[in-house]
């Protein structure tokens, strides 16, 4: 028999550490009838299992400051759909890149496509792709905010290039 679109739902993950997009994006119903039930969490509160068939399932561990009720709690999710509004990383080289990889195995459509999403955590190469074409551009026509690359090697090393 042919399946109500009202009995349908669609399962959205979206990965924010602030804002309530529980509250604003769940219970709303798409334009073919399919009700949106909303989960979020954090990076650091996600793992990630993919399949072959694009099957994501992902475990949401408890948030200890949870922004709605039931994020407290550890929940399972077969996600079909993300929205990203958090860089996959934290300070001192924490990233959370096999999360991503894992996501973009799945093929898992998102809002903000992993793709990009994937490729921005090298950021030091996508500044010198933008470098890049600053220079062919010229600098009044692609104006590139300044950066400077550190490796993560030994910090007193810096010395030998800098006066302070």
């Given at each position: ?51 072959a068939?694009?099957l ?20 399972i ?88």
């Open positions: 028999g042919d399946t109500d679109p009202l009995d349908m739902s669609i399962n959205l993950l979206v990965i924010a550490s602030e804002n309530n997009w529980h509250n604003l994006l769940n219970d709303l119903t798409l334009a073919d009838g399919r009700h949106v039930v909303t989960e979020q969490t954090r990076w650091k509160h996600l793992h990630v299992e993919a399949n068939e694009g994501l399932r992902v475990s949401l561990r408890g948030d200890t400051d949870p922004l709605y009720p039931g994020q407290q709690h550890d929940r999710l077969d996600c079909d759909y993300l929205f990203y509004r958090n860089f996959p990383s934290e300070l001192h080289g924490i990233d959370f890149k096999p999360l991503v990889i894992g996501i973009y195995y799945a093929g898992t459509p998102s809002l903000n496509s992993t793709n990009s999403v994937l490729r921005t955590l090298d950021r030091p190469i996508v500044h010198a792709g933008l470098l890049r074409i600053r220079d062919k551009l010229g600098r009044d026509q692609f104006p590139v905010i300044d950066m400077n690359y550190h490796s993560n090697g030994y910090l007193g090393m810096s010395s030998l290039f800098y006066d302070h």
